[in-house]
C-alpha cells in the first residue's frame, strides 16, 4: 500500500463522519474506511498541541494536507496552494512538526485450522521523515486509542525510518517490513488496462510451446512466467512472481495490454471454468479481476493490427566503425539506437553542458516547477537556475560512466548480406511471403535464413576491418560482450525489447565473428520478423549494427526505469529492479530481483520486493541506488526528445569498487 502526499482535491459528496478524540473500535474502522489495494485503510491525524487524534472519513477527505489545511488550520485552498511544498514539509519532514500523519490498514493472517486473525498496520507517507522519537511516539499515541484486542504493527514507509528504528527493540514497537506483508499477495499489477478475450492456460513452458502457434491476438496467455518470445496478444497473466521491468512487461506496456501476477489462478479457472472461455481481464494497481463472459464478445481487430511504424532510412554508405566516445544521437540512421544513445551518454558525461534539469522546470500544478526540490536532492537549496545545471551535470558525471568500446555500423551488415547470393535469394523468398502475407511459410523461410546467416562467412575485408577495430580487446584473451543496436527498435510504438541477439561470452578473433554473425541473424528470427511485418516495418529498411566491449564483472547489476510502471502519473517515483551478476538475468526473468521505488522529488526511497534469498541489501548500498535513480532521472531531461516526462529504461552494472557503468539507456515503453 502507498500513501500518498496531497495533490488535489475532491469536493465533498457525502455527509462527513470524520471523529476526533475516541478510541477505535473495529467496527467504527469499518464505517469509516475505504479500500485500498484490496485491504480496508483508515486515515488519522495526531495533533500534537492539542493531544486529540482524528480519524478521517475515507469518502470525503482523501487527502491529510487538505483536512488539515482546512479543517484545523482554516486555511482557503488558494491559500494552501500557493505554499503547498512548504506545508507539506512541515508536516511531514519538520522535526517538531505539530501533526503526525499516517494510515491503518487492516489485514489478516490465517491459522492452519482456517481461523482468521486481523491485525491492524500503521504506517506514514512514503516522504515522511520521522526520527526514531517521532516514530516512538505516533505508535504508542495510536496504540493507547485502539481496540487492544487487535495486534498493530508499525510498517516504515521508507529506509530512512528503517534505520531510524533500527536502535528501537521489536518488543518495543512491533514492527513489519512492506516486503513482508506484501511479498505473498495472491495477485500484483505489473501493467494496467482491460481485456476482453480467450483465456489460454498453460501449466507449463512445454504446454505453451505446443500451442503457440495458434494464439491470435484475441487471447489472453496465462502461464507461470511468460517467455520473452511470446506473440503479440491482447493479455498476459502470470501465475509466478516476476517483476515489472522484465522484458515480456516491457512488451505488455508498449502493447498497452493488460498484465499481472495472479497466485491463486488454478482455483480461479477450477472455480469458474475459466479456460478456454472468454472473460473479461481488468488489472488495476487496487484490484485485479478476471469475469467469465456469456459468450465471444464483439471483438473489433486491434488498432496496431492497422499500425505502421515509420523507420528512418538506414545511412549505408561510408560510415566507419567507430569508438562509441565519438558517436552521438544524430548517428542512430548509420549504427542504431543503442550504439547510438551509448555515444550521446559520453558527450553529456565528458561535456557537462547538457541542461539535465528539464524534468524539473516543468509546471507541476499547483506548482510552478520542482526545482527547489532539485536543489535539495543537489545540496544546495538556494541555487539558481544556471547554478542548478552545473550542480546536475557534475552529479551525473561524478555517479555513472558510460562503457568503452567500438560501433559496426550497418553498412558492414550490407556488405555481408551482398556478398552472398544464397543469402540474397533467401532474403528474396522471404520478402515475396511478407508482400503475400503467407504466414503459414514466414517462421520457416525466416528460422533458413537465420541460420543461414549464422554460417555464411564474413567476406575477408568485413572481417579484417571488424579484428583490426578491437586489438587491444583482443588481447591477453580478454572477455567481450557483442551487443545488438538495430534501427528497428526503441521506436514510437515499437519498443522490440527483447527480441534481438546479444553474446556476452566472446574471447578471440573467431569468436567475435561469430558473435558478429549470431548477432546480425537475430534480425532475421521468426518472432522478430514476425512483429516488424505486423507494424508494416519493412525487411528492406531493416539493418543491424552491432557494439563490441571488453566484458566488465559486475557485483550488481540491473534496471530502472524512470517512472513508476504501474502508476504511471506517478512523477515522484523511479522504480529500479538489481541482482547479483549481469542485468540480463533481470529483464530474462531468470530470477527474482530486489525492487525498490526510489522518490527523485522530496527524496527517500522504500523496498518494495527482496530477491529470493528474501534478504535485503545494505543500507550503504541502497544509498548509492538512491544517487543511481537520481541520476536517472536528470538524464531523462536529456534523452527524452518529445517530452521531459518520457521515462527511460536504462540498464546498468555496479562493479566491485561500486561504480556505476550504465550499459543502455532507452526509451521506456514507447
Known sequence: MTVELGEARVPDAAPDRTVVGVNLSLPLFRTLSGVLAGH???????????????????????FHVDYIAGRILGMKADELDAQLDAFNASVYMAPDRRFLLGVLSLHCDEDPDGTERPFLVLETTEADTMHGELLEG?????????DGRLPLLLKPANHGQEQELASVGEARVPRILSQ???????????NPGVAEGRLRYFRSLDEYRGSAAELGWADIVAMPCLPDDVPRVAGFVNTEPTTPLSHTNVLASGWGIPNAIVRDLDALVEREGLDGAWVRYQVREDAITLERLAGAPDLERPVWHQQRIRVESPLLDDAPIMALHRLRGADRDSYGTKAANLGELHHVLDSRTAD?????????PPRPDLLAHLASRLGEPDAPVERLRSLAAERVARTVRAPEGVALPFRLHHLYLTSSPALQQGIGKLKMALELDALDVIDSLSLDLQHLTQNTPIPEEVARAIVGSVPGLLEDDRRLVVRSSSNAEDLPGFSAAGIYDSVTTVRGADQLLDAVRHVWSSLLSPRSVRLRHEVGISLDDTYMGV????????????????????????FRNVYL???????ERVVDGTVLPHQYLYNTVEGGGRTVAVDSTGTDLPADTRAALARL??????????????????????????????AFQLVQVRPYAR
Not at 138 to 146: N, P, T
Open 356 to 364: 539535465l534539469t528539464t524534468f524539473y522546470a516543468r509546471p507541476r
Open 577 to 583: 529492479n538489481c541482482t547479483a551478476g549481469s542485468p
Open 629 to 658: 535513480a537520481l541520476t536517472g532521472r536528470l538524464l531523462q531531461s536529456h534523452f527524452a526528445e518529445d517530452d521531459p516526462d518520457d521515462a527511460l529504461d536504462i540498464e546498468w552494472l555496479m562493479t566491485a569498487e561500486g
Open 138 to 146: 505516533f505508535y504508542d499515541y495510536v496504540r493507547h486509542r485502539v
Open 547 to 570: 557494439i563490441i566491449q571488453e566484458y566488465a564483472p559486475a557485483d550488481l547489476g540491473g534496471v530502472l526505469v524512470t517512472c513508476n510502471p504501474t502508476r504511471r502519473e506517478d
Open 180 to 190: 513482508e506483508l506484501f511479498g505473498n499477495r495472491t495477485r500484483t499489477c505489473l
Open 40 to 62: 480496508p485503510y483508515l486515515k488519522v491525524v495526531v495533533d500534537r498541541v492539542e493531544d486529540t487524534w482524528h480519524l478521517l472519513d475515507t469518502r470525503v477527505h482523501p
